[in-house]
């Protein structure tokens, strides 16, 4: 019988996968870390890569530790527990230089600085589906359930409201899916989307939990206000900000105040700042006093709706929003360039044609915040005929995940 082979592992790559090479053949492997040499069992062979899975680590890494969550080798959440949180940055970094070479062609020697987070129950927000068990997360690309008592990256005081919700009968009153949202001053708002048709049939006793909203999405999708009027809102230093269940935040409360403080060292002053997916209006809200007009365009009908309440709450008077999806049809007038571009994508990234008129109407700084390396560096390979990279930054949004958030600094040439 053909022996199992033995490899060494290169690097770990972005789908959070080591690689190393066989007999010419480069093979994906999870759970491992660089330097690390192991023997796989083959999973699944084609021409340029087989997939394999370790039977034994033959050399182990200074660096590996017992994952601490007792759900990690099948939920599909974290990809990085088996490794000492020290070492996520050196992975991180590497994963992002070697996109940087790939999709953007540049060698970026200078230093990426990375921006730790505390390692776990950092996360403000999850959604859980529920089976005849109780609460569940997803394993890996699957619809096969994992359920599970606690997760180990979310608020403890969102922890305690999942133990409570699987001692009830959710699944017998027909709940399929549960979204618990905390904000920073540790207000939670719970949404539960049932089957049910009317709420008279619900006989669970949510009057017992310790939560300041409750949602409840009936069948038809209708929302019925259970507790509270279904909002939570988050204080800055100068700012509130009002949100609800169905609007973005970025997940993890720590890392996005160091972002907005960096952004506040970095953005010049100017006449016109354009912010591009500005979800509830955070980045215009920001800077509204050091640019005199502000653009904000968010495609969410219900983020743009706590933008405009936002705006008015901050007593603010110089920020346009605009209501619309932005794809290839999304045209700038001739007449209207701006100081500073904020972008800040969902995972897609910019739309190319979109990208390309957008770049001639920047006259000063462009700043990309991305939660996909893979096309932030696509989309750097367009920008970069423009503007040059004053800084990155990596902010470890997604601590034990393979995911992370990057902002990028342009210049124009
Ligand atoms: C990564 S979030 C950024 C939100 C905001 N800048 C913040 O930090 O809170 C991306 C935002 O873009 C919106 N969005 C997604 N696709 C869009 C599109 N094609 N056009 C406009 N907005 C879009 C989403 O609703 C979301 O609010």
Redesign the pocket.
């Known amino acids: 019988m053909k022996q199992n082979p033995k490899i060494k592992i290169e690097k770990i790559v972005s789908d959070g996968r080591g690689i190393g090479r066989f007999e010419g053949r480069v093979f994906f492997v999870k759970d491992v870390i660089p330097d690390e040499t192991v023997e796989i069992k083959i999973l699944n062979e084609k021409k340029n890569f087989a997939e394999g899975k370790i039977v034994s680590i033959i050399e182990k890494s200074p660096y590996r530790i017992t994952p601490p969550c007792k759900y990690f080798k099948e939920c599909g959440g974290c990809s990085f527990q088996h490794i000492d949180y020290r070492f996520h940055k050196i992975i991180k970094t590497e994963i992002l230089r070697e996109l940087l070479r790939m999709n953007s062609k540049i060698s970026y020697e200078d230093g990426i600085e990375f921006i730790e987070s505390p390692p776990y129950y950092y996360r403000n927000k999850v959604t859980l589906r529920v089976n005849e068990e109780g609460l569940s997360l997803l394993k890996e690309k699957s619809n096969e359930f994992v359920n599970i008592d606690e997760c180990l990256i979310v608020n403890k005081k969102i922890n305690g409201i999942i133990e409570k919700l699987n001692g009830m009968h959710l699944y017998q009153n027909y709940v399929n899916k549960v979204n618990i949202r905390i904000s920073k001053a540790e207000k939670i708002l719970l949404t539960l989307y049932t089957e049910l048709f009317d709420i008279s049939q619900l006989t669970l006793n949510l009057e017992s939990l310790d939560v300041d909203n409750i949602i409840l999405f009936l069948k038809d999708k209708k929302p019925v206000y259970i507790k509270g009027k279904g909002e939570l809102v988050n204080l800055t230093n100068d700012n509130i900000f009002y949100f609800s269940h169905s609007n ?3 997940v993890n409360d720590y890392i996005a105040e160091k972002i907005y403080t960096y952004l506040q060292s970095v953005v010049k002053e100017g006449e016109t700042l354009l912010d591009l ?4 209006g ?2 215009s809200i920001i800077f509204n006093t050091i640019f005199k007009n502000i653009y904000s ?4 009908q219900s ?1 743009v709706h706590f933008q405009r309440k936002n705006i008015k709450e901050n007593r603010i008077k110089n920020i346009s929003v605009i209501n619309r ?3 290839s049809s999304f045209e700038i007038k001739d007449s209207f360039n701006f100081d500073t571009v904020i972008i ?3 995972r897609e990234g910019v739309d190319k044609t979109f990208l390309k008129s957008l770049l001639p109407k920047i006259k000063n700084q462009l700043i990309y915040i991305s ?1 996909d390396p893979a096309t932030l560096t696509r989309d750097i390979s367009i920008i970069k005929d423009e503007f040059f990279i004053s800084e990155i930054k990596i902010f470890d949004m997604f601590a034990q995940t393979k995911h992370f958030e990057t902002v990028v600094i342009f210049e124009r040439i």
């Open positions: 973005f935040l970025q997916y500005s979800g509830i955070i980045y365009v968010e495609g969410n983020s999806f932005i794809d800040d994508p969902p939660c």
